[in-house]
Every structure is written in C-alpha cells, then in structure tokens.
C-alpha cells in the first residue's frame, strides 16, 4: 500500500493541453474521485498514473517510487475499466489468475488467492464461466477481483459504472466503497457523475479544461465550491451577481444578504436551492412571489421571484403546505446558506 | 374485387417474389455449373466425354492415383502451400502488428507494399522471379531455380497479402483496453500479444491460413516457371497431362481437389464465422 503523488503533470498534443498541470496528493489508502466533464482530463490523467499515457511534464510518485518513466506493467497497479476488458477466452478464474500467473505464484496459492477475490466481490462458484456467459454487473465484479488479487499498491477506476443500469450502478458503487475500504487500497477513480463521485469519494478532485479546480471532502466542495463551475457541476445552484461589503453581500438589485465568512473581493453569491427555508408572507427574510410550484412527492421545487426582481430555485421538502403560483411568501436565506465567490472574469 | 389475396399480397408483389426467386436460382446455377459437370464428367465410364455418357465408373480415380505425375504434383503442392502459408503467417503477423498498431512513417506505403501481389500478374511474378533465382545461382552456385524452395518462396508471395489483410483487419478490431488491462497486470507487451492478442484474434489466423493455403494450392501462372520435373504442383501436372490426352482422369483429380479445399473451408468455417472476418 502506498499514496499516490502527482507534480505538476502536463499532457500536450501538438499545441492543445489535455492536462495542464495537475498537482494532487493521494493519501495512502484514501479513496480520491476525478470528477469533471468530459474532455476535462481526468481521463488522460488516470492514464498517466497507469503508464499508458507518458506526460510531457511532471511526474508521478507510487509511495516513495517515481513511476514516471516506468512501463505500465512495472508499476503495480489494479485497473478496472468502463468496458470490464476481461480477456473473453479464459475462463472467470483465469481472467482474475491472469496478474498472479505473470508474477509466477505457486499453483496452489494462486488457487486459493483466486478464490478469496472471487468471494470477495461475491462470484463464488462462477470461476469456470466465461465472460461472455454473464450479466454486465457480473463481468465488473470479475473486473474488479482481477485487478485487487495481484495486491496493487493503488487502484485505478475508469468509469466503472457507468456501463451499468441505474440500480445496478447503485449497487455496485456500495460494494466497491465496502471493498475499498475493507483492502484499505489507495484508490483513484475517474467519473463525471457527481452523484458517483459523493457517493464513494473521501476526497473529490473537481477538473474542467486540464487543471484541478478544487480538491476536497465531498461535503466541502458541495457546500462551499470555490467558483462557479464547482459549484453548478456538483448540484444545483442560484447565482447573484453584486459585491462584499463587511459580511454583506449585496445584489446588482440591491439586496441585501448577510453571509457568514464573506471574502472581501466577492463579485457572486451562490446558494443552493435547498438551503433556502420558506415562511409565510411578512416574516423575517426576502419577499417573493412563487412562479412556479412542482409537488415531487418527497417535496417540492419552486421557482421564486424575489422582490429585486432576481429569481430563486427553491426545493423544500414537504411539511405539508400547498404552494401555489401567485402565491407572496417569506425566502430565508440563512449567513451560513450563501457562499461568496470571485468569478474573476 | 381489391386485387388482395387470402394472405394480404398483391399479386405484383407476388410476381416481384417469384422473379427474385428466379433470378437467385439462375445464378446460383450459373456458379455450380462448371461443379457439377466436373463431377458428373469424373463419374463417366467412357474414355471419350459423350452425352448420354456410356456408364458411369469409378475407374478415373483409379487411373488418376497411378499417374505418378499426379500423385506427386498434389504432395508437392499441399507441403509448398503448408509451408507458404506457415511462412506468410510467421512473417506477416510481427508486420500486422506493427501496421495496425504503430504509427511510424511510411506505414501506409509499407502497407500497399505488402498487399502489392494481388495487383501485380502472377506470370510477370513467376518470371521474375525465375530470372531472379537464375541470376543468384549463377553468382553463388546454389541450385535455386528449378527446386521446390522457389516455388515455395514465389507462393509466399501469394499468401503474404491475404494474411496481412486479414490479420490486420483482425488487430484493429481488438478492444485494446483489453491488451492495456494485461499490461497493467504486469504482461510485457509481447507477452501480451502472445497470451492475450493472438487468443483473441485466432479466427482471423485460421482465415488467413486457409486462404492462403487455398489461394498458393490452386495457383498455376506463379508456378509455370518455376517448377522442374519431379518438382511439379498439380495444377502444373494437370496441364501438362492436358497437353498429350484428353479424358475423365483430370475430373478425377479436380473433384478430389474441389472435395479437399471444400472441406478446409467448411471447416473453418465451423471454428469461426468466415463471413465475419474477412
């Protein structure tokens, strides 16, 4: 087991950046996520780490081994693809025999060692199959025991799911969480589905256009992204243009909202639908007229017009109100529910 | 009346059908023709081909197995075309590799390079070839020409372009996260394309193989040059044969010709799904 280091790594084709520059600390036996569109780079990035992509620049640090120049089959390190890429002529048991078999195991230890990997992602008794005789969520498990029985130092995961139906994706994300986390295995996984990315991540590494543009637990890039493109890529979110004055943040429009830790400098203030609270008309908070009101069940999505004339996406969960279009109620907006932001541009 | 039959058609519709049908027939017939008839002129007792035949009779099988001429034309060419087609495969699966896989300069023109014998006349190969293994005997003093060696390196010529199409067909459509996953679990590349590779594009060898043997067993106009007495293909014998006589022992030899390629291709065709990989 070993953390991962990336410094500075570049990767350029011809006069475009794919990577630009990425510096990332893994810690050892941390579960990190690259998440961002795609065409951010977090693909070519994992790509590096695994020695199939060499970087222009920087280098790429496997506990205390630099691994930049090494070839991919000197790096030790379990990879698990989109597309499962098991070797369709062997069998489950040779598929996942295949890296202990090339580090020239005992027959009998890679026996048993073939048979705690499949039992470990729960396919026992399916050794003599064939991939191409199992489901899509089978083939994945086999996927993922073939790359943890050869005791990688890391984990790469290259949007595993996302092949999968939704249930299943939901399914096998727990168990690789549980897995991951039972190893203790250093792990990096790329995805650009952020509800993936919360559900398994310790840490989260937002990219957009080759560079890292927040690092964080998942809760803190929810809850305070540091600009814009965090912010709306991990969830939903209202932005206001306007400017900081002594922990008040004030609109184009003129409102004006307290928000807690206010960084001077701020031009946009983002708040997150579901951190509004709504009271009845005259209370304490921003007058508002609902637009529009949608009941989903586990509560409701209103769209608000506040009286600056801003709008406001609200979801609230249902508390047993009817909210209607036209309907005048009270948007609190509590200091800790805001977060300044500077676009910079 | 609608002009609507009992099952729904129309009876142009009907009429389109029944010409398709007709047309396929007469094509399909067009092709087993010359089949046919070999087979049926094998069967015919009477030396001179007459219709109605006089009998039939299996004595032109007979006759055919004791030319030796015959005999040792067909073991000549089934170990030339064993040995070409193991050639071309050893030679062009390393070029296929490098072709689909590579990206170096000249890639495409080492590409038609390969693939050039299927557009350059097989008698213009045969005779260059000819005066190329005359002219290296003369300087060395190795007896080239005239032995079953130049056939067999004129016939690699043959093969090399089938197996270099194939095969690389085959290469590009492997998956290479598939190749890239035994490299990450610590397979070298070439232990990679030994174990991982080659197993997957196995059909496609078979193919090439086949087509190859096929293409080399049947070949005459390469081989015209190059072959001496006692160093005969069949093809070459059979044409000679032709020259002085004229009766159902060169069926014979056909028919066991046709019976022997169909069954390669048949089998193959078990193995993999030949309509697939080429």
């Known amino acids: ?345 | 009346m609608s002009g609507e039959t009992i099952l729904g058609r129309r009876p142009v519709e009907i009429l389109a059908r029944a010409a398709l049908r007709a047309a396929t027939a007469l094509v399909l017939a067009y092709i087993a023709m010359p089949l046919a008839l070999v087979v049926w002129l094998s069967f015919m007792a009477g030396e001179i081909m007459v219709v109605p035949p006089e009998g039939y009779s299996l004595r032109w099988y007979g006759v055919a197995w004791n030319q030796d001429q015959l005999r040792s034309g067909f073991v000549t060419s089934l170990w030339v075309a064993a040995v070409a087609t193991t050639l071309g495969l050893l030679v062009t699966v390393p070029a296929s590799f490098a072709l689909a896989r590579g990206r170096f300069p000249g890639r495409e023109a080492v590409l038609q390079l390969l693939m050039s014998p299927l557009i350059v006349p097989g008698i213009v190969i045969g005779a260059s070839i000819y005066v190329f293994l005359v002219q290296v005997e003369i300087e060395t003093g190795l007896p080239l020409a005239g032995s079953a060696w130049g056939i067999v390196v004129a016939h690699l010529l043959l093969t090399v372009p089938w197996c270099v199409r194939l095969v690389t067909a085959n290469l590009v459509g492997v998956n290479r996260s598939v190749e890239e996953a035994a490299l990450s679990l610590g397979a070298s590349p070439l232990v990679t394309a030994l174990t991982v590779t080659l197993p997957m594009i196995w059909p496609g060898l078979v193919a090439a193989a086949v087509f190859g043997f096929v293409v080399s067993f049947g070949n005459i106009e390469v081989s015209l040059f190059l072959v001496a007495p006692g160093q005969t293909t069949l093809p070459i014998a059979i044409l000679q044969y032709l020259q002085w006589k004229i009766d159902p022992t060169i069926a014979a030899v056909s028919v066991a010709q046709i019976v022997l390629i169909g069954a390669a291709l048949v089998a193959t065709s078990r193995i993999t799904n030949l309509g697939k990989v080429v």
């Open chain 1, 1 to 345: 087991m070993a953390g991962i280091r990336i410094e500075s790594l570049a990767k350029r084709y011809n006069a475009v950046s794919a990577v630009d520059g990425v510096t990332l600390d893994v810690r050892d036996g941390e579960f990190l996520v690259l998440l961002g569109p795609s065409g951010c780079g977090k693909t070519t990035t994992l790509r590096m780490i695994a020695g199939f992509v060499a970087p222009s620049e920087g280098c790429v640090r496997i506990g205390a081994r630099d691994v930049t120049h090494e070839p991919p089959y000197r790096r030790n390190i379990g990879l698990v693809f989109q597309n499962y890429a098991l070797f369709p002529h062997l069998t489950v048991e040779e598929n996942v025999a295949f890296g202990l078999r090339r580090r020239r195991v005992g027959e009998a230890a890679i026996r048993t060692r073939v048979a705690t990997a499949l039992s470990r992602v729960k396919l026992d008794g399916f050794g003599g199959r064939y991939p191409r005789a199992m489901s899509g969520g089978q083939q994945q498990r086999v996927a993922i025991a073939r790359a943890i029985v050869i005791e990688p130092d890391v984990l790469l995961l290259d949007e595993p799911l996302s092949n999968l139906d939704a249930q299943l994706r939901h399914d096998v994300r727990g168990e690789l969480r549980r897995l991951q986390t039972e190893l203790g295995i250093t792990t990096i996984m790329v995805t650009h589905d952020q509800d993936e990315a919360m559900s398994v991540a310790d840490r989260l590494a937002v990219m957009e256009k080759g560079q890292v543009r927040q690092v964080g637990t998942p809760s803190e890039i929810y809850r305070r992204p540091a600009d814009r493109f965090v912010a709306s890529f991990v969830g939903r979110a209202n932005f206001y243009a306007g400017r900081a004055e002594r922990g008040i943040f004030v609109t184009a429009s003129g409102l004006r909202l307290p928000v807690a830790d206010l960084a001077e400098g701020a031009d946009t203030l983002m708040i997150r639908p579901e951190a509004v609270g709504l009271r009845p008309a005259g209370a304490d908070g921003l007058a508002a007229t609902v637009e529009t009101a949608t009941y989903l069940g586990a509560g409701w999505e209103l769209e608000l017009r506040l009286a600056g004339g801003e709008r406001l996406s609200v979801v609230a969960p249902d508390a047993g109100e009817h909210w209607r279009q036209g309907q005048i109620l009270t948007a609190h907006v509590a200091p800790t529910a805001g977060v300044g932001m500077r676009t910079g541009s």
